[in-house]
């Protein structure tokens, strides 16, 4: 089993910046891809930005040039800097590992922006 914590979400004015953090631990293996997903009220989850263990990165367009992803292996943690945030990028954010053998999810980090 593999126990993802999220930790860095809150309130914040647009234009701002935040950096959520999720750390895991368990039974992690080395061949492993980190992700952030984020749910907005009424609307389904949808992914933010993944990152394979080589340290490949992939974003959703509307996030591009806004939100960087990475990874420090030796900790087992994914990071997600956010700026420039917008009132749109209110969501719950949701921490992913997708490895052989299983798929999962932290309990999710809300991110308010105010206008």
């Known amino acids: 089993q593999v126990q993802l914590v999220e930790s860095g979400g809150g309130l914040v004015q647009a234009g701002g910046s935040l950096r959520l953090s999720c750390a895991a631990s368990?039974?992690?293996?080395?061949?492993?891809?980190r992700g952030w997903y984020r749910q907005a009220p009424g609307k389904q989850r949808e992914l933010v930005a993944r990152?394979?263990?080589?340290?490949?990165?992939d974003y959703a367009d509307s996030v591009k040039g806004r939100f960087t992803i990475s990874r420090d292996n030796a900790k087992n943690t994914v990071y997600l800097q956010m700026s420039s945030l917008k009132s749109e990028d209110t969501a719950v954010y949701y921490c992913?590992?997708?490895?052989?053998?299983?798929?999962?999810w932290g309990q999710g980090t809300q991110v308010t922006v105010s206008s």
């Open positions: 992913n590992l997708l490895q052989p053998g299983g798929d999962y």
């Open positions: 990152i394979t263990h080589v340290g490949s990165t």
């Open positions: 368990g039974s992690i293996r080395s061949i492993n891809a």
